[in-house]
């Protein structure tokens, strides 16, 4: 099929167009939202102190595209999403200001997470001004509470 100006199908695709340029990214539109969205893309790994025997990363991308992979952790994970062992639970939504982070997941056969926290700073080794995100992440099963840790999303840098 071509499509011609005036055609109805060229009309609804400039729409679409429109509406997908005005309406900026899909998590925050504000410049902002941008900029903590920028300040706040990478790699994390939840610090939940005694539940050892669950590993759980946490990829942030403003554009929902994957992360380069580590040069120093090949293994780690680069698609964006909370992953919980091995197992990518994508975000259904995120929220990030100067000081505030709060997320969801979709759920996993009946499995989902939940973040709300803070965001603050830190120097790493050389590095300074690292975010880090701190405060309380929840496992619901068929919608109910079965885990609660509070703990920190610690960035993951490259020394």
């Not at 509406?19 to 920028?38: D, K, N, T, Y």
């Not at 992979?69 to 990030?96: I, M, Q």
């Not at 969801?104 to 709300?116: A, I, M, N, Q």
Request: net charge positive.
């Amino acid at each position: 099929m071509r499509l011609q100006l005036g055609h109805p199908w060229s009309t609804l695709c400039a729409f679409v167009a429109c509406i997908s340029v005005l309406a900026g990214p899909v998590f925050g539109g504000s410049a902002l939202q941008r900029r903590h969205w920028l300040d706040t893309e990478g790699l994390y790994y939840f610090d939940k102190g005694v539940t050892a025997n669950v590993e759980i990363a946490l990829v942030i991308t403003r554009d929902g595209r994957p992360i380069p992979p580590k040069a120093n952790d090949r293994e780690a994970p680069t698609l964006p999403g909370l992953h919980v062992s091995g197992e990518r639970f994508k975000l259904r939504s995120f929220s990030v200001s100067s000081k505030r982070v709060s997320f969801r997941t979709l759920h996993v056969r009946g499995v989902s997470y939940s973040f709300e926290g803070d965001v603050g700073r830190e120097d790493v080794d050389v590095i300074e001004d690292v975010p880090f995100l701190t405060g309380t992440l929840v496992k619901r099963a068929r919608g109910r509470v079965v885990e609660r840790w509070k703990g920190r999303f610690a960035h993951a840098v490259i020394l």
